[in-house]
């Protein structure tokens, strides 16, 4: 059964910082990872998706990467911003538009 | 980018009575879609995958019974939690899937349910 992990559970920043969030997964029999953001009360934001056989993403100040053979994902955020503020969930594919979802990181950014 | 609405976004209802949720896809056809449940400060659980034209397809220990998937069209699914009960309170999340070789999925805003 796919198990999907991220750490940390919550994580607090002064604006500007470099920072990186985890994910790590049980089996490595994906067809992708995406990574999402989540405002309190509201749906999802799809920020990066990696194919099975991709390695890294990128998108503005983010940067997602793929280990899939060490089940692993990382999502990096550059000069972190207010405005980044929220929770972040990794999310495997595990067939049929099947997704699993980590727990989440809640990242707040302190001006 | 693709549009998925849910309606409502907010309900409360009274326990015992049963409460409809409704996804939509806007600007597109889908002819699959999902249905996921969220607890407070916990990650989205999938409920049931919903083809149009056949029968849901439910994740373990979800009761199909309680929770009636109808997937009448290609832009609309409908959720019915049937007697429901303060244990059912939740935010339910619904997504479309574009298919073809695109094969991405977009979620709706999702429907807070208070059970009372």
């Known amino acids: 059964k796919q198990e999907v992990t991220q750490i940390p559970a919550a994580l607090s920043v002064p604006e500007g910082e470099n920072l990186v969030l985890n994910c790590s997964f049980t089996d490595s029999a994906i067809y992708n990872l995406q990574w999402f953001r989540q405002d309190p009360g509201k749906g999802l934001t799809s920020l990066l998706l990696i194919q099975s056989s991709q390695r890294e993403q990128t998108s503005g100040r983010l940067n997602a990467s793929l280990d899939k053979s060490s089940g692993r994902s990382t999502l990096y955020i550059a000069a972190s911003q207010p405005g980044d503020s929220a929770t972040y969930l990794c999310?495997?594919?595990?067939?049929?538009?099947?997704?699993?979802f980590g727990q989440g990181t809640e990242l707040s950014v302190k001006p | 980018g693709a549009v998925v609405s849910q309606h409502p976004s907010r309900v409360i209802c009274k326990s015992g009575t049963s409460v409809k949720i409704e996804c939509r896809s806007l600007d597109f056809q889908a002819t699959t879609m999902f249905w996921y449940r969220q607890f407070p400060k916990q990650s989205l659980m999938l409920m049931a995958t919903?083809?149009?034209?056949?029968?849901?397809?439910?994740e373990q220990g979800v009761e199909k019974d309680k929770f009636l998937i109808n997937h009448a069209s290609l832009t609309l699914s409908t959720l019915t939690v049937t007697s429901a009960h303060p244990e059912d309170s939740s935010f339910y999340i619904c997504?479309?899937?574009?298919?073809?070789?695109?094969?991405?999925?977009?979620f709706g805003p999702g429907t807070r349910l208070t059970v009372l």
């Open positions: 919903s083809n149009e034209g056949s029968k849901a397809t439910y």
């Open positions: 997504s479309a899937e574009t298919g073809g070789a695109e094969d991405t999925q977009y």
């Open positions: 999310a495997v594919d595990v067939g049929g538009g099947k997704l699993i």
